[in-house]
């Protein structure tokens, strides 16, 4: 009946590219490098429903060298692992994740990206809390030189 999910991903923060987090496009100096948009909250998100279902993991589903993925949104992604869920007779009970950011702030832009996720996933804005910290100056994430999110999936049947 219950199936749980974790997953973290970590991106690196560089010029001249857009920071987006939770499908929300969050106004700063740098964004995040990677394959597609790099928004290391819905990746997160996606591979924990994946890693709930037992599938592996979302360089499986989406390879970072597939050019059908390059730049693509990630809402797409986390749309299709949900789906894979769907199929299987799931549906989202309840997700809590982290945003670990030195800058900028996460709090003005979370209601958005809950609104957002709900969406994709089809569930009650309730279902879905997302909260953030700092590094307070330690490590990469202290440093503003890269974002690290995790997420926990818990999914029942529909």
Known sequence: MFRIG??????????????????VEIPYEKGLLGHSDADALLHAITEAIIGALGL??????????????????????LHKAYLLAKERGYKINNLDSTIFAENPKMAPHI????????????TDEANVNIKATRGEKLGFIGR???????????????
């Open 144 to 158: 503003g030189e890269g974002i690290m999110c995790e997420a926990v999936v818990l999914l029942i049947k529909a």
């Open 111 to 122: 209601p958005e990206m809950r609104k957002v996720i709900a969406a994709i996933l089809e």
């Open 56 to 77: 592996g993991d979302i360089g499986k589903h989406f390879p970072d060298n597939d050019p059908a993925y390059k730049n693509i949104d990630s809402k797409l992604l």
């Open 6 to 23: 974790h997953s973290t991903d970590i991106h690196q923060l560089v010029p001249n590219r857009k920071l987006i987090l939770g499908g």
